[in-house]
């Protein structure tokens, strides 16, 4: 019998056939609004503007679920962008795509290769490399939400074609834009210790991976931005409770430098929490992600946590990003790297008896 994984994977690889947070910014369309966001220092394209830089980009949403159906909105409402088509094999999906946007819409992503200029891959994880790979292949830029693939080795295929292709290829960390707003990544100097907490109740979303690549990846991926060095010792505990993977995790990183990180993610609480701690050797910065409130007790100054739209504010990235020859916010390298720890939590909280069954380690035994 197949897992639900193999199911998604052959459902989005063989069915045929198949505005930002601050609502002006996207109203308005500027792109030079979310310059704060790309990175003019390391070009794509030498840096230099590409031939989209004024023309209309045409855009397609691969996946209109729970996250696709938001970037088809943040598409439709930026300046200069065209939201050309949605893909998804989901006739009800498709048909509410079409309502809402009045475009067209297919069951088979591959109808829309070579047609469109950049793209939102916001299928299953267990899909993401083999459609990541063929949009690129196509020449279009690719915007994934994560984790950027479920393998080191597809990740590092995926990093070298967008760079040999000298394509924009970034994946969805939202939360990174919030730290970005705030200030936090400014600090010279890194906290002693991080802690991380994204719990919620069970949606049945994202349970083709575990907690860790559906959840705390994203606590992963900025941990690793306070936290520069090598992870030299990585301990874990989960549990499954309603899929097929690990639904709570609860993860202990050492670093090299003497810092350390604790991290935790259930998709089966109670409540919905969302929060970081950095502590430093003068006092501890609190974020609680849900009311975006901040306790600051160190000298360091930081602004208002005031983007209201994540999401809105990863896409306007990305199409500035495109329009400019620019690499985004998000590098796939750091993508890479924050998918890189989540594997190696995954295989630190399985059970003795469970790591000759697990694909990965059964892969290498």
């Known amino acids: 019998m197949r897992t639900r994984a193999q199911q998604h994977e052959i459902f989005y690889e063989s069915h045929l056939p198949a505005g930002c947070g601050a609502k002006a910014l996207v109203k308005h369309g500027n792109s030079d609004l979310f310059q704060p966001f790309i990175r003019p220092g390391s070009a794509v394209e030498g840096g230099h503007p590409t031939p989209f ?22 598409y439709a409402a930026l300046a200069g962008v065209e939201l050309a088509a949605v893909a ?12 809402r946007h009045g475009v067209p819409t297919v069951a088979d992503w591959r109808d829309l290769l070579g047609k469109v200029d950049l793209v939102s891959v916001c299928s299953p994880a267990v899909t993401h490399g083999p459609i990541v790979r063929a949009f690129l292949e196509a020449g279009a830029h690719v915007l994934v939400e ?62 083709d991976v575990s907690v860790v690549l559906d959840l705390m990846i994203h606590d992963l991926d900025l941990v690793h931005q306070l936290i520069p060095g090598r992870v030299m010792d990585v301990r874990a505990t989960g549990m499954s409770l309603k899929s097929a993977h690990a639904d709570e995790v609860e993860a202990l990183l050492q670093f090299e430098n003497g810092a350390r990180a604790r991290l935790l993610a259930s998709r089966v609480a109670d409540v919905r929490r969302r929060g970081l701690r950095a502590i430093y050797a003068d006092g501890t910065i609190e974020i609680d992600f849900i009311t975006r409130s901040v306790s600051n007790t160190t000298p360091r100054s930081l602004n208002s946590l005031d983007l209201e739209d994540p999401l809105g504010a990863s896409v306007g990235s990305f199409v500035a990003a495109v329009r400019a020859g620019s690499a985004s916010l998000v590098r796939p390298e750091e993508a890479r790297q924050a998918l890189e720890m989540a594997l190696a939590i995954e295989e630190a909280a399985l059970p003795a008896s469970a790591l000759l069954t697990h694909p990965r380690m059964a892969a290498r035994a």
Request: with cysteine; hydrophobic share 50%; proline share 4%.
């Open 146 to 207: 994560k984790p950027i693939a479920t393998d080191l080795a597809e990740a590092d295929a995926l990093i070298a074609l967008a760079e040999s292709r000298k394509l924009v290829l970034t994946v969805g960390h939202q939360e990174r834009f919030v730290f970005a707003r705030s200030g936090l990544l400014d600090f010279a100097d890194m906290p002693l210790e991080v802690e991380c907490w994204r719990a919620g109740p069970w949606t049945g979303r994202g349970d």
């Open 53 to 74: 830089a004024r023309r209309s980009l045409r855009a397609a949403v691969i996946g209109a679920g729970a996250f696709g159906r938001h970037h088809a909105v943040k």
């Open 88 to 99: 998804d094999p989901s006739l009800e999906a498709r048909a509410a795509a079409m309502a």
